[in-house]
């Protein structure tokens, strides 16, 4: 690919001791905090990514949430009106968005009864121009984990890269691929700091894969991708690990409350195991209650429409008081 990334006149000069005057941007010279561009690179939150899931910095790639990094994906690896890539339903609404959007083929192989991949059908489904393959795990909005043994059959004989969302792996009981990262060279995991870190407002999304891989990425990322307020708040959050670490044990404390609640409501037919930060049941009507739940205040999601989601809702594990008010007024119900 004959591309250059975009290089700003401020990085040829960062190692410099001396306090610069720059005068090179055509910035507003008054300080305010954010008067000057922001780091296209974005060190400072990479080094501590970096840091903390002992990986190096060229494997991160740092997105306007997942959806930029998983868009960049596409147009990276993928030539329009010829390529093809596999989703699994019922899964994350954006891989096929995405797929629409750059042109892609979306071929769409439905997860087995009890939500796993069906290895088979994937692996015959893909032919030479299939380029990507989308794994949620925990998989939005079915809840459940891919089996490890299914993950590496497909990391081993999918012939394109196997992408590997791990938006809510902080509230699995799985751990996360990352540790498998440098023995898979076709391994591209995303995160966010949008669910478990509560930083869904600043849109910072991870990609973390091979420096073959980031190097491409990084290329055709628009350079200042990720302003500075973003990057400052990150790197707070992350640094403060402990907030974070209580907030998760408090939500799958919440989770294991609910999930027990929830089959004491007479008209929840299933409460289906989560490995997330939600919930999925099937109700024996979903439009009906949701549409009650509505008129009470609470909000959920109707996944009813989704594949093998028939009358299941998605519900979001809240704060303790408002967990009691949903299970309180499911009850009235
Ligand atoms: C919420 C979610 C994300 C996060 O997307 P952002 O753009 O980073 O906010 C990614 N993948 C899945 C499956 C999700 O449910």
Not at 33 to 48: E, F, I, T, W
């Amino acid at each position: 690919m004959k591309m250059e990334a975009y290089s700003s006149a401020r990085d040829e000069f960062k190692d410099f001791d001396r306090k610069m005057v720059f005068l090179d941007a055509n910035e507003s010279p008054f300080e305010n905090g954010v008067n000057r561009y922001p780091d296209p690179k974005q060190q400072a939150v990479k080094a501590l990514l970096a840091k903390q899931n002992s990986v190096n910095p060229n494997q991160i790639l740092l997105g306007n949430g997942s959806d930029e990094v998983l868009d960049l994906l596409f147009r990276a690896f993928c030539e329009p009106n010829r390529d093809n890539v596999i989703t699994l339903p019922p899964t994350y609404g954006m891989y096929g968005v995405l797929a629409n959007l750059n042109a892609v083929e979306n071929r769409e192989i439905l997860l087995t009864a009890d939500f796993q991949p069906n290895t088979e059908l994937i692996l015959e489904n893909a032919d030479a121009n299939t380029r990507m393959l989308f794994l949620c795990s925990p998989n939005n909005p079915t809840a459940n984990s891919f089996s490890k043994e299914t993950v590496v059959t497909l990391i081993h004989n999918f012939n394109g890269l196997v992408v590997l969302d791990e938006a809510y792996i902080d509230f699995s009981e799985n751990e996360s691929w990352l540790s498998e990262l440098n023995a898979y060279p076709n391994l591209v995991i995303t995160q966010t700091l949008s669910k478990a870190y509560g930083l869904a407002g600043i849109r910072m999304g991870i990609l973390y894969a091979s420096p073959k891989i980031t190097a491409v990425l990084n290329k055709i990322k628009p350079p200042y991708n990720l302003n500075h307020l973003s990057q400052q708040k990150a790197l707070e959050v992350l640094t403060d690990r402990e907030i974070t670490g209580n907030r998760i044990t408090l939500i799958k404390a919440e989770k294991s409350r609910l999930l027990k609640q929830l089959l004491e409501v007479n008209f929840i037919d299933k409460v289906y195991p989560s490995d997330a930060n939600f919930i999925l049941i099937k109700v024996d009507n979903a439009d009906k209650r949701y549409n009650q739940l509505l008129e009470k205040g609470i909000v959920v999601r109707n996944r009813s429409n989704q594949a093998l989601c028939n009358n299941c809702l998605r519900i979001s594990i809240g704060t303790p008081e408002e967990n009691e008010l949903l299970i309180n007024t499911l009850k009235t119900l």
